[in-house]
């Protein structure tokens, strides 16, 4: 069995950053501490480096089946492992959508097939396969992807019915993942200013389309349900300050049944950066004020919001660049996400051990991720070892994505992945990948809620 010792380095685990060594023995952590390295160690000298448990990305759109001119498993798994993502849960707004338990599979074997990171998937749910979900022993999906469940506008994927929603949350013993925004406010808003510009609505309209008051008003209505049923709810992508005060604080996550996530972009940019970027940051649910950034910023900090997401959701230059109503919504992020909280550190606005708790730790705790999420002896042994001090810029040469471009682009970052292991697997290295050993499907570690 290979074993490796990285020496040295800078530990961000379990609330702390320990100089200390870790054993690797095939796939899992033998040991962390003070450990002498005897003949036969592969040694890395990491003096100077820090090491954390890989990023588990709980909200990713890979696109695959079906729209790989976007983005596939492959191309997609390999960008996030270069920037430190060892494990992801892809959504089912592939093509076809994931609504039933063959197609959940069919995704699962195609993963194995071709991704470099462990990997999970959503099932989605609608008005048309409520009752077939509501009969499945939702237990079977947990050795995936935990029995989450999403609904969005998006295609055939809409659950925004008032019948649909209360049975599901009636009836749904799994996570209810949702998109949160309220479909009839946004059509409403998209009314008024087509009235107002016809086909040529600016962008720095999106954020009043796609509202606070629709994502608070659905974000309200589901937490009202979820309470009403004792159903778990999950919200994904939180955007607005206003929807932050709905979450509480003072419980632990392994006890909560209302949860949130928000999502690296909503961190990052704000409703001035349209002028700049135009519809390359058009995103559901929208990028909204300085206000909502600085808002969401803080309640990842005080725990209101649990983890942090990519929504990673490449689409092609070509379908970015069209008018508001024809761009479609979505960027890629999944590679420059660590890099990104990374900054926030450097501008003293995040430890490192919350970056490692919001990005490592709760999304592996929340999905109950067998042996995952942190570095202690007996886990698999995902983690990355990165520099605090390698300045860099994104640029067409460096991005990895099949779309090929990055709402980042000629972004200064300042820390770099250096080595990323999946599984014990040494998967990247300065630039280089290895791709003989494949990522794993997530295990889920028990099914009662
Ligand atoms: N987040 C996005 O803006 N886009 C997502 C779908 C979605 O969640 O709306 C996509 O798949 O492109």
Known sequence: MKKTLIKNAMVVNDGHIQQLDVLIEGQFIAAVGTIPSIDG????????????????????????????????????????????????????????NVLSMPLLEEKYALAAQKSLANFGFFLGVNGDNLDEVLQTDTSSLLAV??????????????????????????????????????????????????????????IECHPLIRSEQACFEATERAIALANRHSARLHILHLTTAAETALFRNDIPLTKKRITTEVSVHHLWFNDQDYARLGTRIKWNPAIKTEQDRQGLMQALLDDRIDFITTDHAPHTEEEKDQPYFQSMSGAPMVQHSLNIML???????????????????????????????????????????????????????????????????????????????????????QGVFDDTQLGLPLVVEQAAR
């Open 343 to 429: 900054e926030f550190y450097r501008q003293g606005v995040i430890s490192l051990e919350k970056i490692v708790e919001k990005m490592s730790h709760n999304p592996a705790t929340f999905y109950r991720m067998s042996k995952r999420g942190f570095i202690r002896e007996g886990y698999y042994a995902d983690m990355v070892l990165f520099d605090l001090n390698q300045p860099w810029t994104v640029s067409k040469d460096n991005i990895l994505y099949k779309c090929g471009w990055s709402p980042l682009e000629g972004t200064e970052l300042h820390s770099q992945v250096v080595s990323t292991w999946v599984n014990g697997h040494l998967a990247y290295h």
């Open 145 to 202: 992807s935990d029995d989450g469940l999403y609904f969005t506008k998006k295609g055939n994927l809409l659950a925004d019915n008032p019948e649909t929603l209360e049975k599901l949350f009636a009836g749904c013993p799994a996570i209810i993942a949702i998109h949160s925004e309220k479909e009839q406010l946004v059509e409403e808003n998209e009314e008024r200013y087509r009235a107002q510009y016809g086909d040529n609505v600016p």
């Open 41 to 96: 160690l592969e040694v890395v000298d990491a003096t100077g480096l820090y090491l954390m448990p890989g990023v588990i990305d709980g909200q990713v759109h890979f696109r695959d089946p079906g729209l790989t001119h976007k983005g596939d498993i492959a191309t997609e798994s390999r960008a996030a492992v270069a920037g430190g993502t060892t494990s992801y849960i892809d959504m089912p707004n592939t093509r076809p």
